[in-house]
T-cell receptor, first 115, second 113 residues
Framework: DGGITQSPKYLFRKEGQNVTLSCEQNLNHDAMYWYRQDPGQGLRLIYYSQIVNDFQKGDIAEGYSVSREKKESFPLTVTSAQKNPTAFYLC??????????????FGDGTRLSIL | DQQVKQNSPSLSVQEGRISILNCDYTNSMFDYFLWYKKYPAEGPTFLISISSIKDKNEDGRFTVFLNKSAKHLSLHIVPSQPGDSAVYFCAASLNFGNEKLTFGTGTRLTIIP
């Protein structure tokens, strides 16, 4: 089945540690996105990538880094510089530029907590 | 600056009745609007969308209405079913949804049997 796989589902981080969240898609989508959801808030965009080896900052990129070495994969690293990393992280993908009805499809998320 | 607003954090509707979820936006450059449904501990699922050149789009029990002059859209679900209980997010984008989405804060819909 085609879809977006995020792993792990739950992740714990100690203070001062970097952690990497995995996102893989087999939908042959060009564009991939990372969002963060906090309680009572909507999803906020962290980073997005419309093509391999290229990515752009979203609205809340500080303290995060990404890479896009393969079309299928868009890992997100939460660095120690991110002061409030506890949140639910969602990865999404879409067909990318081309116009028309091409909604983003989401994975099931990773919940990150600080120990 | 909240460009997409869902002013009702929660809504309860009797099973079989119509559910109406509302969304307002401030950026007149948005040209594509989407509704997503989200269950706890899962990712959002795409429901229905509408481009700014239309004022209505229907898909089964779900209809989205867009009023560009009022910068307002609504999602109608009829008839409402228990499985519709979830959080509903309104989202908007530029360039027909192929770039970043701006989400509202969500409305929790509870269908009462």
């Amino acid at each position: 089945d085609g879809g977006i796989t995020q792993s792990p589902k739950y992740l714990f981080r100690k203070e001062g540690q970097n952690v990497t969240l995995s996102c893989e898609q087999n939908l042959n989508h060009d564009a991939m996105y990372w969002y963060r959801q906090d309680p009572g808030q909507g999803l906020r965009l962290i980073y997005y990538s419309q093509i391999v080896n290229d990515f752009q900052k979203g609205d809340i990129a500080e303290g995060y880094s990404v890479s896009r070495e393969k079309k299928e994969s868009f890992p997100l690293t939460v660095t120690s510089a991110q002061k409030n990393p506890t949140a639910f992280y969602l990865c999404a993908s879409s067909k990318g530029k081309g116009g028309g009805n091409q909604p983003q499809h989401f994975g099931d998320g990773t919940r990150l907590s600080i120990l | 600056d909240q460009q997409v607003k869902q002013n009702s954090p929660s809504l309860s509707v009797q099973e079989g009745r119509i559910s109406i979820l509302n969304c307002d936006y401030t950026n007149s450059m948005f040209d594509y609007f989407l509704w997503y449904k989200k269950y706890p501990a899962e990712g959002p699922t795409f429901l229905i969308s509408i481009s700014s050149i239309k004022d209505k789009n229907e898909d089964g029990r779900f209809t989205v209405f867009l009023n560009k002059s009022a910068k307002h859209l609504s999602l109608h679900i009829v008839p409402s079913q228990p499985g519709d209980s979830a959080v509903y997010f309104c989202a908007a984008s530029l360039n027909f949804g192929n770039e970043k989405l701006t989400f509202g804060t969500g409305t929790r819909l509870t269908i009462i049997p």
